[in-house]
């Protein structure tokens, strides 16, 4: 068989999200559909192929610290407390030391790492503020918010579009990139374009 470098790459992505998902119910779909949303946001945003590539790549990745995470934490039917909410937390900096092991993943490994950052300085781990967060990270904290709101769980049903936008519209410039953000408010039938087509297989979160 031929060597391709890029399905190689791919395959073992497919492989870390897939072990990930085996274990925590909650994450189920949830990487497919933060990943197909960003894709489209990147090319909204009219990012070269390159950078695309490597946040697409990212928003796949961007939970996989979570299989470091006890699954008592994970699989919690509820708010979590205090303490559980410090250790699933550090999901985005066991991500960055799983990944950073490759220098292909550096800048990946980058981006998972500061998913959760806000542009007011209040995100974790690292309390980045603006542009200092990389823009990678800025687009996929945003769509990782739509899918987590739009999502059901077992103490809530999923929030209409509607009120995503509204949630939006009053985060921007607290934990959301101005520019981006109003490029998804601008364009929200194109970023969650086939979203309601998962709805029945993965947004159910609760079962």
């Avoid at 497919?14 to 072990?19: D, G, L, P, Q, R």
């Avoid at 945003?45 to 790549?57: A, F, G, V």
């Avoid at 979203?195 to 947004?203: F, H, R, T």
Wanted: glycine fraction near 6%.
């Amino acid at each position: 068989m031929e060597y391709n470098k890029d399905v190689f790459y791919h395959d073992i992505i497919e492989s870390m999200v897939t072990a990930l998902e085996a274990r925590d119910t909650y994450t189920a779909g949830h990487s497919l559909r933060v990943s197909d949303m960003t894709n489209k946001l990147c090319e909204l945003l009219n990012l070269d192929n390159e950078n695309k590539q490597i946040i697409h790549i990212a928003s796949h990745l961007h939970d996989i610290g979570k299989i470091g995470v006890k699954d008592s934490v994970l699989n919690k039917e509820g708010p979590l407390n205090d303490i559980e909410w410090e250790l699933l937390k550090k999901h985005s900096e066991i991500g960055y030391n799983i990944l950073i092991k490759s220098e292909f993943l550096k800048d990946i490994a980058n981006i998972v790492l500061c998913h959760h950052e806000r542009w007011d300085g209040n995100g974790y781990p690292n309390k980045l503020k603006n542009e200092e967060i990389p823009y990678g990270a800025r687009i996929i904290a945003l769509c990782d918010s739509i899918d987590a709101m739009k999502s059901n769980r077992p103490y809530r049903k999923g929030l209409s579009d509607g009120i995503c936008k509204e949630e939006i519209r009053k985060n921007i410039r607290v934990m959301y990139d101005p520019k981006i953000a109003k490029c998804v408010l601008n364009n929200w039938d194109d970023i969650i374009i086939g979203y309601n087509g998962y709805e029945e297989l993965v947004i159910d979160t609760s079962k």
